[in-house]
Each structure stands twice: as C-alpha cells, then as structure tokens.
C-alpha cells in the first residue's frame, strides 16, 4: 500500500519507532537514522531479550539502520541529505533540539516543500508543558485516562501497557496516511505536531460529556459494577471474560447454564445483586477455563477466556489470524512479533536491523558516496566502521 514510499526515522525509543514499523509493514521504505555510536537507547534498555532490549525488537522490523554522528558537521550533513530526499521525516526529541541539529521542519521544507514531517513528543510542540520531560504514566495521568482506571479502592492503577506510547504511534501512522493522501493529491507537504496527551484525551470524550453533566462517576459503574459485564475465576485458578451487555447476550448465557431465574436482571448491578454475584462466582468456578472458552465459541454470549502471555502466542486466535510470528535476530536467536498490519506476506517480514549495518549500502544507493568517501567518513568518526 505504501511502496514506493520513503520514510527517514529519527525517533528512539518506542511511540515514534511503532508508528514507522506500521509504515514499514505497510511497505513503505524505513531509513532509521541512529546515533553513531549509540544507536537507539531503546536497543539497550531492559528488559532485554538477550543483549537486546526487548523494547527495540519488538518495534523495529522491516526498516534499515544508517548510524550517523550527528555531532559532527559531516553527520548532520548526511542527515539533512538524506531527509531532503525522503516523502516523510519522523522524529521524536525534545522540541527544538531537531532545529538546532538544522533538521527541523522549517529547514527541510524550504528544499523539499512537499515534505511530510512528524514530530512525536508528549505533550506537543506548544503549550505551558511543551518542554518538560515526561513518560507515559505522566501521559496517562495528564489526559485524565490514569483517573478512569481504578481499582476496587478507588486508586489509579498504572497499565502495564504502554498504553500512551502505542496510541501516538498509532495516531502518528494515521496523520502521515492522510498526509501522503494530500501529498499525492496537490503536491502539498505538511507539518505534523502529535502528542500522547492530546491522543488520549481524544479518548476520554465519553467521560468527560459525562462529567460535564455530573455523572463523572457513571462509566465506572455501567461497566465495572454490572454481573454481565466482569472477569471470574475458572476452577484452574485461570480466568475469563462475560461481557454479557446486550440483553441477548445476557439471555443466551444465561440459558446456556440452566439458570434463567436470572434473565430479569440484565443490566443488574452486583451492588443491588450481591447474592447473585457470589453465585456467579461460584458457578464460574465449576468449569474450567478451556470449558467455559468452549460454551463461549458454542453459546453467542460474550464469554472469552483472559489469554496469559505466555501462553498467547501459541491460542486458537492467534493461530486463525497468523498474529504472531518470529524473525531471526543474534546467531541463530529468533524473536516474536505480533502483526500490526496485514498487507504484507510474513515470508516478507525482515528481522529488527543491527545498528549501522545499513549504512554503507543506504549512503551509496541514497546519496551516490563512494567507497572512498565512506572510508574517509569511517575515518573521522562519522559513521561506523566497516567490521
């Protein structure tokens, strides 16, 4: 969908490489500048798999690796070279730190004015907040999504997934598709200011039209706090999910294990019902999760089981979808990846790229450097050398 694209990514870490995976799967070219000789923090910070850390591996595939130091003249020179010949930049410091490397928006378009440039950052280019440091439970916390994630107590529970991160990189992705779009369309390029607090407060409309009206409270307890709507615990200590909301649903569940008694109460709060709620429990806890999972793919109710990590690559689901799949990375290591999109055939999937081992072949295709030229960069510490 994407061929024939070129994207020059500058980011590090995790928002701004997953929106450039999602490109990449969907085939456009990804030249993945690195610092020379660093390279992405993301590649050492744990955990790891290996030497490498899990963060990068799992957020780098099908780009190529060109390691530049852009502390040097030479470096930045490359940089710029290679950005003013792309369709999409993507970069993910600080603001203002692409613009006194002389990679900024600004520079770029004033040679390449169909340029489509994105900046990936938390709290956005402008603002009071602009250019504080932040991660993403600071995101989480500043877009009022940490405040509808509580526990029974009332207390904000952190995700264990990154959730901020994934939803920029995803919003990211979708900003420079229909960048392209205009792009293709009137030769226009664009400016691209993404930022994780603005995506998830996109997200917390609901609640906050409900808050607007004094009802702040009202999601959490439609969902929360209904029977039909809760994870119970299977007889093998495992657990599933009864999302039950429609009537139907509820009906059909109900029937399927003998007790229509409860039909009335679709919609039931457990805080109205809590002798049900402990029958549901213990029912639940008569079955084993394979058992319930089985009622669930018989019976048209909403029950699914609560896959475990280490065991959800290997489930039905998965299997059905080709979700999951490994590429080779270190000798005669592989890794698993999880599909982002499904455009691209996986015998055409290539593994996360060593840092720099792209840079010579990118250098000479991009930018016609011969081997000298390579040689002497290589010698003044501009790029790696050849090993």
């Known amino acids: 969908m994407l061929t024939g694209i070129t994207v020059v990514d500058f980011s590090r870490h995790l928002p701004g490489p997953f929106c450039t995976m ?10 993945k500048v690195e610092a020379h000789p660093a390279g992405d923090p993301g590649r050492s910070l744990g955990p790891r798999i290996g030497e490498t850390g899990a963060l990068f591996l799992s957020s780098n595939r099908n780009k190529r690796s060109v390691a530049l130091n852009l502390h040097t003249e030479a470096g930045r020179a490359l940089a710029f070279a290679l950005a003013s010949r792309a369709d999409v930049v993507v970069e993910s410091f600080r603001p203002g730190v692409m613009r006194h490397l002389g990679l900024d928006y600004d520079s770029l378009s004033a040679v390449h004015p169909s340029l489509v440039y994105c900046s990936v950052t938390g709290y956005g280019q402008t603002g009071d907040m602009h250019q504080l440091g932040g991660h993403d439970l600071n995101y989480q916390a500043i877009s009022g999504f940490l405040s509808a994630t509580r526990d029974s107590e009332g ?3 952190p995700s264990e997934v990154p959730i901020a991160d994934y939803a920029v990189g995803l919003y990211a992705a979708e900003q420079i598709c229909a960048a392209l779009v205009r792009q293709c369309r009137h030769g226009q390029g664009a400016y691209l200011d993404v930022a994780s607090v603005d ?12 808050a607007h009206d004094g009802q702040e409270k009202a999601m959490g307890q439609f969902l929360k706090g209904m029977l039909a709507y809760q994870v119970y615990e299977s007889a093998d200590g495992k657990y599933v ?13 109900c029937r399927a294990v003998g ?7 679709h919609g039931a709060l457990i805080a109205d019902h809590p002798d049900v709620y402990e029958e549901m429990k213990t029912l639940f806890l008569s079955r084993t999760q394979a058992e319930w999972s089985e009622l669930g793919s018989e019976v048209d109710c909403c029950l699914t089981a609560v896959e475990e990590m ?12 080709e979700a999951a799949f490994t590429l080779p990375y270190g000798a005669g290591a592989e890794t698993l990846q999880v599909r982002v999109e499904r455009t691209r055939p996986l015998d055409g999937m290539m593994p996360p790229p060593r840092c720099g081992g792209d840079t010579r072949d990118v250098l000479k295709a991009k930018l016609n450097l011969t081997d000298d030229e390579l040689a002497r960069l290589e010698q003044e510490g501009v790029i790696p050398r050849t090993s």
């Not at 995506?199 to 906050?208: E, F, K």
């Open 310 to 321: 280490d065991t959800w690559s290997g489930s039905a689901y998965v299997a059905s979808r």
């Open 199 to 210: 995506v998830l407060s996109s997200w917390m409309g609901l609640h906050a039209l409900l």
């Open 22 to 31: 999602r490109l990449a799967d969907l085939g456009a070219e990804v030249i």
């Open 259 to 265: 007790r229509e008694d409860w039909e009335t109460l």
């Open 155 to 157: 207390r904000p529970v």
């Open 241 to 253: 999910a009864l999302a039950a909301l429609e009537e139907k649903f509820w009906h059909n569940f």
